[in-house]
């Protein structure tokens, strides 16, 4: 199922986060796409809120992950700075996923071929000013929710 979602401020992507977060259940992965300044980090922020976390979430650009405690454990990479799906398997990307964590990605393009088939892929378009275009494609097995 694809869905199509704009925003016109950070707080409105925030809110789409936490939307995102009431229908996460059967979701392993969320994988993001979008340029510098498209609003991963606030849609995060979001979704962590939306599954009771009151961390503080910022990019993990040079952590590389970030987790955030919440009803469900939310692990938040940011794969800009990795060479490739190798260098995701080393930080134990395997592991995050079979420990039931919901595993978020910034810049999947890195590693597109690491995600799991129960993976909501998000492509994230700045259509000027303020205005963010969203693209949700969700797993079959999770369209039931
Ligand atoms: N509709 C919107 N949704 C989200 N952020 C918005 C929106 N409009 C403006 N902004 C601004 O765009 C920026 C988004 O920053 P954010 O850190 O979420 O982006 P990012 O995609 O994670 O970037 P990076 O690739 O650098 O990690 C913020 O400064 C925010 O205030
Ligand atoms: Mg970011």
Not at 9 to 26: H, K, Y
Not at 33 to 58: E, F, H, P, W
């Amino acid at each position: 199922m694809t869905e199509r979602c704009v925003t016109h401020s950070e707080a409105q992507t925030e809110a789409l986060g936490e939307s995102i977060a009431q229908r996460s259940g059967a979701l392993s992965a969320i994988a993001l796409k979008g340029d510098l300044g498209a609003g991963k980090t606030a849609l995060v922020r979001g979704l962590a809120r939306g599954l009771g976390s009151a961390d503080s979430v910022t990019s993990p650009t040079y952590a590389i992950v970030n987790e955030y405690r919440g009803a469900r454990r939310v692990c938040h990479f940011d794969l800009y700075r990795l060479s490739g799906g190798d260098d995701l398997w080393e930080i134990g990307w395997e592991d995050y996923l079979a420990s039931g964590a919901l595993c978020v990605a910034e810049w999947c393009d890195v590693a597109r071929e690491m995600f799991p088939p129960s993976t909501l892929w998000i492509d994230i378009e700045k259509a000027g000013g303020d205005t963010r275009c969203f693209t949700l494609r969700w797993p079959e097995e999770a369209e039931a929710c």
